[in-house]
């Protein structure tokens, strides 16, 4: 009995050892093959194995044994194959999205270390100036009125530049931390760019760029927060003037579509090269040194988080920002789902 049981063994295995093999190195070449291909196999090869051990065991014989056998398995494969597929599916969608977020993570923790060195640096150098500024003034080097005025000046300068600095830091954490909270309500968008275009206008004046408004006869009016609205457009019009040279031009359009608002700010700067268009959102991305931002007044660019906290601020009402280049500069333009007239 132990000889016959060991001798059924030993077929099976001769019998089962080469399908599964072969179907091992099938899986090795189509190992480029989809997920889907490869979880069919998988269920296909035990079953084929299953089938070609049993013939082989009874003798290469198509006895009743075998018919009933494959129609078991043929049950089986109506019922797996489906499952298979539905899993390999489930399982592609699955490592996609893993990959998805560890590219995302690195792509954050590029941008922290990024906005680490940029804070770093710049921080850095205004705290310098105040410094070396405010020992010589406690030292009395300076003693002539006008020479104190204008230290007060500078030091006064770059106060109000750290304080920018640390509201863009605090905006952007509550944005990353989804503690962002805005109080919505019917804005019609032609008062936020008169507010932003007047606000900017000095600063626009004295980088002597000229910065021309477009807007409809008719409201534009969308659902949000008009604070944070004004801190978009105030962000792209200072990133505008930061990247157009003396005696260049900004237009600021508002329009609306059937189902949304826009509003595009383009300039006539250095433009955007192709390789810093998918990155010019990211916290302190400040891409090749032909985008690098000019000072302004004196006082030098910030840290580079205009952009980043106007895409949160944006996301954060439902739209949408875009960088393009143009023939001669660049174009960022915000989309807003509109409310309908009579809403």
Known sequence: MNSEIVRILLLALAWTAPVVLAGALLLVAMRRASLLISMVLMVLIPMVATFVGVFGVSGMMFTGDIWRIAAVLAAVALVT??????????????????????????????????LIAWVSHDLRTPLADIKALAEALSDHVVTDPGEVSSFATQ??????????????????????????TLDMEAIDLREVVDEVTGATSTLAARADVTVRVTCPDVAVTVNG??????????????NAVAHTPPGGAIDVALGSSQRAAWIRVDDTGVGIPENDLERIFETSYRGSPSRTPSAIDGVPAGAGLGLAIAQGLVDAHSGSIVASNLDSGSRFEVTLPLIPAGA
Do not use: K
Request: hydrophobic residues 45%; charged residues 30%; glycine residues 2%.
């Open 225 to 238: 927060s008009a604070s944070a609205l004004s801190r978009i457009l105030t962000n792209l019009i200072v």
């Open 81 to 114: 194959i489906p499952a298979a597929l539905w899993l390999g599916r489930f399982q592609a969608r699955r490592t996609v999205w893993e990959r998805h977020m560890r590219e995302q993570e690195r792509a954050a923790e590029r941008s922290r270390r990024e």
């Open 155 to 180: 030091i006064d300068r770059h106060t109000v530049r750290l304080a920018r600095m640390v509201d863009d830091l605090f905006e952007m954490a509550r944005i990353n931390a989804g503690a962002l």
